[in-house]
């Protein structure tokens, strides 16, 4: 039965390589409605494979090395769902029945956009499946430019305006200049000594014609040597050679401190910038990935710009200078020297992109190895007890074995160009020997000028083949400065007001007008209104994802708004300075993050400057203060790595006691007493009433009555305001709030009598 299918869109669109194989897998009047191209394996590994939503059925094929592809389907059932979800620039889709999860994938955030439009087709099929209601074509919005589908219709493409991945080019170091630029009358310095030197090192080969056609060759024809134009010759190249130890010593020292500088310069501008950027920049990225390349890639650029990059300009001016000397000794010898020149320089262009690539790579599989250190040793703690050993070492395991892996596809390439460049470096000195003999047996040249010439020639190839080697740093150099220019080239999605207002005084009055906020494809704020008074206590309720630490995150800003405004005193929080504003706002975090240093510095961390009388008296408001003195040094007690050492309740009262010495007008309490006990809480509880006086709070609890106290309450529902008023009202009007409320007494209830009642064995 022959077919009669004629591709729809949705399949002319498809990537390269996928089109003639999907359609080998479609049944006669199958249609593709929607596609999403996968490019991460389980293992968070680059790997191309593509998920086809059809209107009868789902599909997925993955490509294997011989570029076969293994497809696996799931018809299309009642209560099979797509679900949907990113975290850390990582998303996730995964098909879900009712009891059980049947198949996952994971993607990169450029993919975003197809893949919330496949999991819409997909579950709206499915809805309409479970409804009985008769299947009807779904229309698919497209971009008009390059016709892949959109999550709305005028929306902007993903793809169309998505930043492209540039491999890294060897020009980018020049971008290094910016930064050698202050230090360029050293650099000028190291540029005459190196040329100075590279002279010093040519002197000998040339002294030894003389030495060679005047002394040593007339004694073997019975002439006496002359001692003294020996001692000549000898003072000659003993002064030589000291001349060029000694600029050499002196450029190589000069040069090193620039590049040290340079290197340093570069760590603290990516540093600085980094910590101006927005905390949407910090939400995809892996630490151990920021580490590396503001540490172990700027090593890397000093270690090239103070050794390889100096090796280089002198092998450039050793291969000149050698040059120029041949052709004025004889241009015949230097024209049969310079023949395998050609053949590296081709050699070097075609090796040159691939050592590119490769090294990025290189780079990415070693900061997947920062990734785990970074995850686990810090949350060692937690490894430990889930007894997940064995699982970490094995995920570190497989990372190393990638980075094995990709560096050993690039040592098989690397390894086959060094041996052939000096292969074709010897192959020129036997050209040289044999050209040379056959000069002097023709009295062409005498013996002296072929001993200078080949002791120049060893020189030049000496040169030519640690030149050719360079080939490896730079890229490696080009792969690094690319990673670090990418921080430096981002541009924080909270900027700095170009024309800023200054409050002399903040009163903390905040107004949201129309507030609308959207992470990535998905909106999280929505249409919100909402006014606080100076000095009022705002209590935010609403269940998990209702968007209350984003409606607080974007008033401290953050993140920026993507619709209407929050103002503070009728100001627009963006036309603030961004530290000028957030000096007035004082944050209390569910989980306090405390710096390894003294309790002391941990507790004016936001203010410096602060005397030990107002540290104390900022301890004793937090009720700090007494636990504090039971340390054994006090004040001065040192502060594990985030904390540790000190309770949850500890570690939140400190926090307490920073925010308190800043003295803000603006207070943000987010589930500040959520993860503590009854009595500590308590205890913290008091510490907050000592900080809530006379400023504006937004306070975010759990626990429905510790905001009781709260001069209103705010209730949220999916980004939107549902209900607002105080405690009481609110349980009368029996709407969002008052079911919360019910659901936790219930829950309070549930886990009163379970206390209550003894087990069985115990009975």
Known sequence: ?????????ALVDLPEGWRSSVQSQLSPHENVLAWLEVDLNAQLHFERSLLIVTDQRLFSG????????AWSEWTLVSGRTLTHHDHAGVGHLALVDEQQRLAQWRFTLGHNVLAMRLQEVWNAREALLRSGQPMVELETPRCPQCKLPLENPGDPCAVCTREVHTPPSTWGLFRLWRFAKPYKKQLLTGFLLTLASTAATLVPPYM?????????????????IETQVVAMYLGGLFVAALLAWGLGWLKTYILALVSERIGADLRTTAYEHLMKLSLEYFGGRRTGDLMTRIGAETDRLCLFLSMHLLDFATDVLMILMTAIILFTIDPGLALATLLPVPFIAWLIHQV??????GFEKIDRVWSELTNVLADTIPGNRVV????????EAARFREANRHNLAVNDRINLLWSLFSPTVTLMTEVGLLVVWAFGIWQVANNHVTVG????????????????????????????AAAGAKRIFEILDHVSSVPEPTQPVHLKHVEGRIDLEDAGFRYGNRAVIRGLNLQIQPGEMIGLVGQSGSG?????????????????????????????????????IGLVLQEPFLF??????????????????????????????????????????????????????ERQRISIARALLINPRILILDEATSSVDTETEQEIQRALDNLVQGRTTIAIAHRLSTLQRADRLVVMEQGQLVEEGQHDDLMRRRGAYWRLYEAQARQAEADRVALAVPDEEDA
């Open 596 to 649: 390894f240093g003294t309790i002391a510095d941990n507790i004016a961390y936001g203010k410096p400057e602060a005397t030990r009388e107002e540290i104390v008296a900022a301890a004793r408001a937090a009720h700090a203060h007494d636990f504090i003195l039971r340390l054994p040094q006090g004040y001065d007690s040192l502060v594990g790595e985030r904390g540790q050492g000190l309770s949850g309740g």
């Open 548 to 584: 209350k630490s984003t409606l607080v995150n974007l008033i401290c800003r953050f993140y920026d708004l993507s619709e209407g405004a929050i103002r503070v005193d009728g100001v627009d929080i963006r036309n603030l300075p961004l530290q000028e504003f957030r000096r007035h």
């Open 449 to 476: 000028v072929l001993t200078a010439f080949l002791a120049y020639i060893g020189r030049f190839y000496t040169r030519l083949d640690s030149m050719s080697r360079i080939v490896s740093h730079t890229q490696k």
């Open 1 to 9: 039965m022959s077919s009669s299918y004629t591709p729809v869109p």
């Open 208 to 224: 030894t014609m003389p030495l060679m056609d005047e002394v040593l060759i007339p004694f073997q024809n019975g002439k006496q």
């Open 384 to 391: 430990k007890a889930f007894a997940q050993e064995k699982r």
């Open 62 to 69: 993955s490509q294997a090395p011989d570029r076969s592809v």
């Open 352 to 357: 040159r992109d691939r050592l590119r690539t």
